[in-house]
């Protein structure tokens, strides 16, 4: 796809018998060269080829040659060893029906290349492959990929496979396996990164499949097998707030699923832990389905901040950012488990449920977090499938600290700001919904629902309170008159207003 393509040639040309021969020429594919050799003659409305060609000298420069120039690097710096030679026959008949038929070796053999300016070099590589079309129908064409081998430092990574039957229905069997560590990509290939790559990859994986099967959804026909592992990966960027390393993760192929067997990661002082399947892989890669998973999460220290990058912008005239979008394509339950979650100023401990992830959608049943002294359950839902996001959720507070809990989450703080000036223990049940804002905190503004709770030996703290302090300074018997009469709470979240009620 818009390769550049150059023909330097004298031709010989016979009007008569509308034949034009190839006599000295040079073409170059990108930066590749090739000699032509042989004729193209027009015989009534077909044209027929006799077109042999080959590179020109043999060297592995012309390997790299074929790459777009400005991700081959500069080639004058390049040193390389062995030979890398491509050649190839043109010969029949172009017609409405058949195309010529022909045959293109591409090979290289313990060839070596290395770029002046990077420290290392790649090594031992062999390559035996052709592109084959016997019978001049395109159904026909092949290409065989016989043997691809290369070693950097000692690691040494191989493929061969091939695809038949290209036209109608593609076949594909790959087979691939070996060890590469990633951060010599850089050392050997000027390869545009932006970021150092480090980790260990480890392959050993086989494929065979048709694309009829693929399209028509019988993935049972998908024989895949193996195994991929990564260890000691970093990754770092402005789209993370720290690097992030994973010590190791291992995926496993069958044809049914993929499994995820483990993933070890950390980033900043967090640490995740994660063990699961993706069903219906093959229907989400190839045909657009949802994509369906079942995973276990495990963490002994989750700071969210540790995972959201600061915005850097400092263009107050900038548009704003589209608000975070739970993917439309994803059908999973993660079951999590975490000693320690940190958002914002609050502090959760031994947090345990499930998510429910669907139809951008999350679904949390019975998550639990001990904080504020007490314990918090979570059951509800939260989507973004509508331009503005929203929340529905039923809370359980278990023994909580009133002070804490009504002064720390900005959401009870704006339902009951008288809260804070009580002080002792809160059991109590609040359902509440609204709307999100980008950055999925509540829109204090459209939350609206109900509140029953019981107070469990309550005191009145009037300093917390400017409006008690007063009366309390005016009128001394109102602090004994709330503490002795108070019976119950009831909040109206339509008017966001607090009413004690007085027996």
């Known amino acids: 796809n818009k390769v550049k393509i150059t023909l330097d040639a004298v ?3 016979d009007l008569k018998n509308s034949k034009y021969t190839f006599k000295e020429n040079t073409g170059y594919i990108n930066q590749l060269p090739l000699e032509f050799g042989g004729f193209i003659q027009l015989a009534d409305e077909n044209q027929f080829y006799d077109l042999p060609f080959k590179t020109p000298t043999s060297s592995f ?3 790299l040659a074929l790459l777009p120039q400005q991700y081959a690097g500069n080639l004058s710096t390049l040193k390389t060893e062995g030979n890398f030679k491509v050649n190839g026959l043109v010969k029949g008949t172009l017609s409405k029906k058949t195309i010529p038929a022909f045959e293109i070796q591409i090979s290289s053999k313990n060839a070596l290349f290395k770029y002046a300016d990077l420290p290392k070099a ?7 492959s052709k592109i084959v079309n016997n019978t001049g129908f395109l159904k026909d064409t092949y290409i065989s990929l016989n043997a691809l081998s290369f070693k950097i430092d000692e690691d040494v990574f191989s493929a061969n496979g091939s695809v038949k039957n290209i036209v109608s229905n593609p076949k594909i069997n790959i087979i691939a396996n070996g060890i590469i560590d990633l951060a010599n990509i850089g050392k050997v290939y000027p390869a545009p990164l932006e970021k150092e790559l ?21 993935y049972e026909n998908i024989k895949n097998s193996g195994k991929i592992t990564i260890s000691d990966f970093k990754y770092e960027g402005t789209d993370v707030a720290n690097p992030f390393f994973i010590n190791k993760t291992s995926v496993s192929f069958n044809s049914n699923s993929i499994t995820l067997n483990e993933f070890d990661a950390k980033t900043g002082t967090s640490d995740i832990s994660i063990r699961g399947n993706l069903d219906n892989f093959y229907a989400f890669i190839f045909k657009d389905k949802i994509l369906k998973g079942n995973f276990n999460l495990n963490a002994n220290n989750l700071i969210v901040a540790d995972f959201i990058a600061a915005d850097e912008s400092t263009n107050t005239n900038e548009d704003p950012t589209s608000s975070l979008k739970i993917p439309a394509f994803l059908d999973a339950k993660l079951t999590a488990t975490a000693k320690k979650v940190v958002y914002d100023n609050i502090h959760l401990s031994n947090v345990r449920g499930d998510l429910f992830i669907h139809d951008e959608t999350i679904d949390l049943k019975n998550l639990r977090s001990d904080v504020f002294g007490g314990n918090i359950g979570f059951n509800g839902n939260i989507s973004t499938k509508e331009s503005t996001s929203k929340f529905n959720m039923d809370l359980d507070l278990k023994q909580l600290n009133i ?6 989450l900005e959401m009870l703080k704006s339902i009951a700001p008288i809260a804070k000036t009580i002080e002792g223990k809160i059991n109590s049940k609040i359902k509440v919904s ?7 905190t509540p829109d204090l503004k459209s939350i609206s629902g109900d509140l029953f709770g019981k107070l469990l030996n309550p005191q009145l703290n009037s300093s917390n309170s400017k409006v008690l302090t007063l009366l309390e300074e005016k ?9 002795y009469e108070i019976g119950g709470v009831y909040l109206d979240l339509d008017v966001v207003s607090l009413k004690v009620l007085l027996l």
């Open 61 to 63: 420069k012309n390997a």
């Open 403 to 408: 002070g804490e809990s009504f002064g720390n």
């Open 475 to 483: 009128v001394d018997f109102v602090r004994y008159l709330i503490l």
């Open 11 to 13: 031709l010989g040309i």
């Open 434 to 440: 609204g709307l999100l804002n980008d950055d999925m």
């Open 198 to 218: 480090v980790g260990i990859l480890n392959a050993d994986v086989t494929t065979n499949f048709d694309m009829n099967s693929v399209e028509k959804g019988k």
């Open 122 to 128: 790649v090594k031992n590589i062999n390559i035996d």
